[in-house]
């Protein structure tokens, strides 16, 4: 049996009148996936429970069968394990997004204009991080490089005890002073990003990307802090092996912290200008090598969410279908073994707020050799009305293996 999780990152929405009171998912034009949910196991899943955040990391953790509340550290640590970073006990890692503020003179008073600086290159990116690491990084603070404009600080003998750190894109729009935490423990850290301004405003990537009228990457921002995780190796956990085909450095780390296969795809950005064919061949090449199950995780639905590009989400959609699930579906199909696809977002992200919701998602599972009384289409709304609940989150993988 080979198994695929197709995971639509914040797929999930809300009816609302940017769409004439539809949802992405209810718009999109998906053939091949409603075609499948017919004789699916369509329902919903809470993939985020009782006092949990919202996050992809929680809610991924719980798609892949590990329980958030028994392991999860914060979301930083695991992009730090992404990126090759060894964390010691005593380190704290905390996400470093490159962002776009305004110009007030005072930075409490600047306004979160774009959370990931235009979709900045990995390559402008990297020289923004070399610059803050050689003004700002000492033996205490280290920054590390990732993918974009998502990045990686460690604080030796650190504490997460810092207040709240809100991320960056949950303040679109929004003057920061009101998201400035006031810990103590957290001042130092708001130095950092307040002396990164001034560094970095008119920084040669910056200037350039001024003179093209692009976004600038005139700050840091850091929140999602962490210690040092351990996960459960996930073929000892499951009886299968695994793969993770991803562009983000969250869902690479979960991989490579529960010993998964996590293979680079050139070009994939986790927008819609990811290499959707390349992730697809991912997946085959993963199948191919022998591996049981493919995580494929797209961002794309996700980003749209966020900023609150209802069309774009839509297209984001219809382009994992056509141009993913179409080329897998058809290897499995034609590989003469049983399969079973999991296709779900980890949480919503509605197109109203811009920002993840903890309500509970919609799943289907399509078997091969099981015919299920499914649904005409596979929309939050007929997940609700199929009257198929799984409250805890983390079982959602066993249901895929055919564990209960």
Not at 60 to 65: A, P, Q, Y
Not at 120 to 137: D, M, N, Q, R, Y
Not at 280 to 299: Q, S, T, W
Request: aromatic fraction near 6%; hydrophobic fraction near 35%.
């Amino acid at each position: 049996m080979k198994y695929l999780v197709l995971l639509c990152d914040g797929m999930a929405d809300t009816a609302s009148e940017f769409l004439n009171g539809k949802t992405p998912m209810e718009l999109a034009n998906k053939p091949i996936i409603d075609g499948l949910a017919k004789t699916a196991l369509v329902g919903l899943c809470r993939t985020v429970g009782a006092g949990l955040k919202p996050g992809s990391d929680v809610a991924n953790l719980s798609v892949m069968g590990y329980d958030p509340y028994v392991c999860y550290t914060g979301r930083s640590p695991l992009e730090a394990a992404s990126i090759g970073v060894e964390l010691k006990p005593t380190d704290v890692a905390l996400r470093c997004n490159i962002v776009t503020l305004s110009d007030e003179e005072n930075y409490c008073d600047k306004t979160m204009v774009d959370y990931c600086a235009g979709d900045i290159s990995t390559k402008e990116a990297h020289e923004i991080i070399a610059t803050v690491e050689k003004e700002l990084g000492n033996e205490i603070y280290k920054f590390y490089g990732g993918v974009s404009y998502r990045h990686c600080l460690v604080w030796q003998n650190g504490t997460t005890e810092l207040g709240t750190l809100t991320p960056p894109h949950d303040i679109s729009g929004r003057v920061i002073k009101d998201y400035l935490s006031d810990s103590e423990n957290a001042r130092d850290l708001i130095e950092l990003m307040k002396k990164s301004y001034n560094i970095l405003k008119n920084h040669p990537v910056n200037l350039a990307r001024r003179e093209k009228g692009l976004n600038e990457a005139n700050s840091i921002w850091l929140w999602g802090e962490g210690k040092k995780p351990v996960l459960e190796d996930f073929y000892k956990k499951n009886g299968v092996t695994g793969s993770v085909v991803s562009a983000v450095d969250l869902l690479k780390g979960i991989g490579i912290c529960a010993n998964m296969e996590t293979p680079e795809v050139e070009g994939a950005t986790g927008y819609l200008d990811t290499n959707f064919e390349g992730k697809a061949k991912a997946a085959i090449d993963a199948f191919e090598k022998g591996i049981d199950l493919v995580y494929l995780h797209v961002e794309a639905p996700d980003e749209c969410g966020h900023r609150g590009e209802a069309e774009n989400k839509v297209k984001a959609i219809e382009l994992i279908e056509s141009r993913i699930l179409k080329t897998v579906l058809e290897y499995l199909q034609n590989s003469g073994e049983a399969f079973r696809i999991l296709i779900m977002p980890d949480h919503p992200t509605p197109l109203v707020t811009k920002t993840h919701s903890s309500e509970p998602v919609p799943f289907m599972i399509y078997d091969s050799t099981v015919s299920e009384n499914g649904a005409e289409t596979f929309t939050e709304k007929t997940a609700l009305e199929s009257g198929i609940f799984v409250e805890h989150g983390p079982s959602i993988m066993d249901k895929l293996l055919g564990k209960i």
